[in-house]
């Protein structure tokens, strides 16, 4: 079962910039979909980007335009640029296949100040 590690948060400013990474366990190339997910405090846990192989691409409508999805199968990884943060983008950063399957990782948390 592949499992998936997080990192690239942070604390950053209304209107900056973070680029998060996601390292696979294994390989990712047979899996068919990758997402990016999110959760806030209280809050349930969102999809806000997804890849397939092949490259096509799907956000949700609250980061569409300022958030980008990659991978990289020949490195296992996974990663999302996050262009003009707000506030309302605070929330621990997950990834995993799209639909999500196994034991999720720690996340990585990000924090945008206002």
């Known amino acids: 079962q592949v499992q998936f590690v997080e990192s690239g948060g942070g604390l950053v400013q209304f209107g900056g910039s973070l680029r998060l990474s996601c390292a696979a366990s294994?390989?990712?190339?047979?899996?068919?979909?990758m997402g990016w997910y999110r959760q806030a405090p209280g809050k349930q846990r969102e999809l806000v980007a997804r890849?397939?192989?092949?490259?096509?691409?799907n956000y949700a409508d609250s980061v569409k335009g300022r958030f980008t999805i990659s991978r990289d199968n020949a490195r296992d990884t996974v990663y999302l640029q996050m262009n003009s943060l707000k506030p309302e983008d605070t929330a621990v950063y997950y990834c995993?296949?799209?639909?999500?399957?196994?034991?999720w990782g720690q996340g990585t948390q990000v924090t945008v100040s206002s």
């Open positions: 995993n296949a799209h639909p999500p399957y196994g034991s």
């Open positions: 294994g390989s990712i190339f047979r899996i068919y979909a």
């Open positions: 890849i397939v192989n092949g490259g096509i691409t």
